[in-house]
């Protein structure tokens, strides 16, 4: 079964930066970062496969990015210019065959999730 581990989240001021990690126990195609708020339902911030094709959220474009290191099987989430509003538990998902999607059912991988808290 694939094993998704993310770390690197924790509590800044806005306008800081965080970088998240997640690592997959063996190949997966697709990796993505969704988030959740409580009460609010979980969405995605960004998607990258192997072929390089990536997909941000409207609300991230320009501060977040994604990249992939397919020879450690790890994804990064690069997270600039951080606001109160990304404040949310952040997981980590794989589809292993399929291209990302930004349906949350389409995932079947998930992480445990890592907490990014941001103060004003």
């Known amino acids: 079964q694939l094993k998704l581990v993310e770390s690197g989240g924790g509590s800044v001021q806005a306008g800081g930066s965080l970088r998240l990690s997640c690592r997959a126990s063996?190949?997966?195609?697709?990796m993505a970062w969704f988030r959740e708020v409580p009460g609010k339902g979980r969405f995605v911030v960004a998607g990258i496969d192997r072929a390089g094709k990536t997909y941000y959220a409207d609300s991230v474009k320009g501060r977040f990015a994604a990249h992939l290191d397919n020879a450690n099987d790890t994804l990064y989430l690069q997270m600039n210019s951080l606001k109160p509003e990304d404040t949310a538990m952040y997981y980590c998902?794989?589809?292993?065959?399929?291209?990302?999607?930004?349906?949350?059912?389409?995932?079947?991988?998930w992480g445990r999730g890592t907490q990014v808290t941001v103060s004003s």
């Open positions: 998902a794989a589809r292993p065959l399929s291209q990302c999607t930004t349906v949350v059912s389409d995932y079947l991988n």
């Open positions: 063996r190949y997966t195609y697709c």
